[in-house]
């Protein structure tokens, strides 16, 4: 693994910005989870969306761009070795967060779906997509008890807006498509991991960058 190349600049979302530019930075907040919208899937699977939930995250995108560890690898793929298509992090069960807010918004998931999930996330995955050449191919976690057991992944998207796209696990066309970023939530719960894979593509439009935030409990990667 290599050190992160210096990332690109953000062009922020207005509805971000301080109402008087003399106020100072936004503060970075969640609000409340009660708009969460469910959608039903095949074979128990389920989405959560809720547009928005952070506030301030603009904010929170230059924070982490800039005080992330972030790491370039590199994997092996048929045969050779190719550089993996994102930057990455990883924050394992007890290892301080890189950012209050991400604090206060593991706790109120915690809150909200921890009786419905029976545990709570306990990590913290980011990804940095710098620009439309990066992307992650179709996949469901399932390292670890992912591949057998229901679960729950909780993403907070910030920066400019990227499709998730999710389809059957084994192929076939897509059938839900999500363009997440700016504070965006999405919760796949149920067998989504197991049943269901989720992608984001490469883009050739011009694309601003993006970092998810993806929580997990304990032994879901």
């Known amino acids: ?12 979302s207005l509805f971000d910005q301080p109402p008087d530019p003399g106020t100072g930075p936004v503060t970075v907040s969640t609000g409340p989870l009660a708009g969460v919208r469910r959608t039903a899937l095949a074979a128990g699977a389920w989405v959560d969306v ?15 761009a800039r005080d992330v560890p972030w790491r370039a690898e590199r994997r092996a793929m048929y045969e050779r070795t190719v550089d993996v298509p994102r930057l990455l992090c990883h924050y394992g069960t007890g290892r301080p967060l890189p950012h209050p807010a991400l604090d206060a918004a ?3 998931l915690n809150a909200r779906y921890g009786p419905e999930l ?4 306990v990590t913290a ?5 710098r620009d439309g050449r990066d992307s992650v191919a179709w996949h469901g976690d399932r390292l670890g ?6 679960t729950m992944v909780a993403i907070v998207s910030v920066g400019a807006p990227r499709d998730l796209l999710l389809r059957p696990r084994g192929g076939g066309p897509t059938t839900v498509r999500h363009a997440l970023g700016h504070g ?8 989504c991991q197991r049943t269901w894979e989720h992608a984001v593509p490469k883009t050739a439009r011009p694309v601003g960058p993006r970092i998810s935030i993806q929580f997990r409990p304990r032994g879901v990667r």
């Open 184 to 191: 965006d939530l999405i919760v796949m719960g149920g067998s």
């Open 106 to 108: 593991r706790a109120a």
């Open 1 to 12: 693994m290599t050190p992160a190349p210096v990332p690109p600049p953000l062009q922020g």
């Open 118 to 121: 029976g545990e709570p996330f």
């Open 125 to 129: 995955g980011l990804c940095y997509y």
């Open 50 to 64: 809720l547009p928005g939930w952070l506030r301030g995250a603009d904010e929170l995108f230059d924070r982490l």
């Open 145 to 150: 008890r992912g591949a057998h057991q229901d």
